[in-house]
């Protein structure tokens, strides 16, 4: 369990860090491009840390697949950016191919 929690910990801080290069304005901003230094900063160690349990393709398949549907949903939230239905469509594959790896792969963790 306390893989996962590491992986979630790595998503958060990744999603954070560009959610503050969104509101950084092109780092023009400092408070908001410290954050994003600290965020991704986080991220790839606590990434690096899950890396000793999850092979890097599986890793890497849910830290990027989760980060990006996380930043769509703040992106709309936060920022008013909106979805067309291809993209939602997009975003719902790539959660169903991060259940399928959870769900069924023997290769999810090492």
């Not at 979805?83 to 069924?104: K, R, Y």
Request: charged fraction near 5%; avoid cysteine.
């Amino acid at each position: 369990m306390m893989p996962y929690l590491i992986l979630a910990l790595a998503i958060l801080a990744e999603t954070i860090g560009t959610t503050a290069l969104q509101a950084s304005h092109q780092f023009t901003k400092p408070l908001p491009a410290l954050i994003t230094v600290i965020g991704y900063a986080a991220a790839f160690y606590l990434l690096s840390i899950a890396l000793k349990t999850f092979p890097v393709g599986i890793a890497y398949a849910m830290w990027s697949g989760l980060g990006i549907v996380f930043i769509a949903g703040i992106g709309f939230a936060v920022f008013g950016q909106k979805l067309d239905l291809p993209a939602i469509f997009g975003m719902a594959l790539i959660l169903a191919g991060i259940l399928v790896i959870n769900l069924f792969s023997t290769t999810s963790t090492h």
